[in-house]
């Protein structure tokens, strides 16, 4: 039997999905429920499912941002979502998740039970392959780690003046400080460190154009606390000090860009 998670902050629509479908006759068993993600990644943790059912919009963490943080440790877990947003948005970023249906609410019967069905059969496929299971969704793993990226860097540029830890990042992300570190430098190239000065250094620059301000002023308004390690930091990435690069010294020699 196929261990089934459902997700969703309606009550009616677990308990519907719960009763209303012969889940034995397919090869399954709900084994747990939750009402947002971070309920949701915790069990999903606790029990491994084999498939999961899961709304988009919940409170809290969002369905897909709940996914992505899960994907990579449960690479052959199959996933149809369930919900009441029609934005292709939604659907495209749930696809590239790895996503096996991508079902729009109120959905029929027969849509419930052919996603399943598509699921279980993916299941069955993988286990009697001689192959890995896990490449059959590598792709989907990928993607989500390119989302989860995404996401760290998104944040890390609107807190880059704060004393930022990679845990702190992490937590943001909903995944371990060790798999965000490791899919920083494989998406990137680059250390949280390497990333994170980056981003500061960048901002500097901006700052730099205005006369009026102190480059110490700068450098903790940046988030660095030493004014020596702001410098050796920035003539590192732009080639240049902060005085040479604010005089017009450092056009055409800058290095380290942060990816978008």
Known sequence: MYKVVIIDDEPIIVEGLSKAIDWKALGCQV????????????????VKP??????????GLNGLKMIAALRS???????????????????????????TRFLLKPSKMDELQ??????????????????????????????????????????MRKRYAEKLLLSDVAAQIYVSQ???????????GQSFSELMNGIRIEKAKEL???PSLRVSDIAESVGFTDL???????????????????????????????PE
């Open 31 to 46: 084994i747990g429920s939750a009402a947002d993600g971070m309920q949701g990644i915790s069990l999903i943790r606790e």
């Open 50 to 59: 084999d498939i999961l059912i899961s709304d988009i919009c919940m409170p």
């Open 73 to 99: 440790e449960f690479p052959t877990m199959q996933i149809t979502i369930l919900t009441g947003f029609r934005e292709f948005e939604y659907a495209r970023e749930a696809i590239s998740l790895g996503v």
């Open 114 to 155: 052919e996603a399943i069905t598509a699921m279980t059969g993916k299941l069955s496929a993988s286990e009697t392959s001689a192959k890995d299971p896990a490449e059959d969704l590598s792709e989907g793993a990928e993607e989500a780690g390119g989302f989860i990226v995404k996401n760290a860097l998104q944040y």
């Open 178 to 188: 060790w798999h965000l570190s490791k899919l920083l430098n494989k998406e990137t």
């Open 208 to 210: 730099l154009k205005d």
């Open 228 to 258: 020596p390690h702001f410098s050796r930091v920035f003539k590192k990435i732009a080639g240049v000090s902060a005085n040479e690069y604010r005089n017009g010294h450092g056009a055409g020699r800058e290095t380290g860009e942060v």
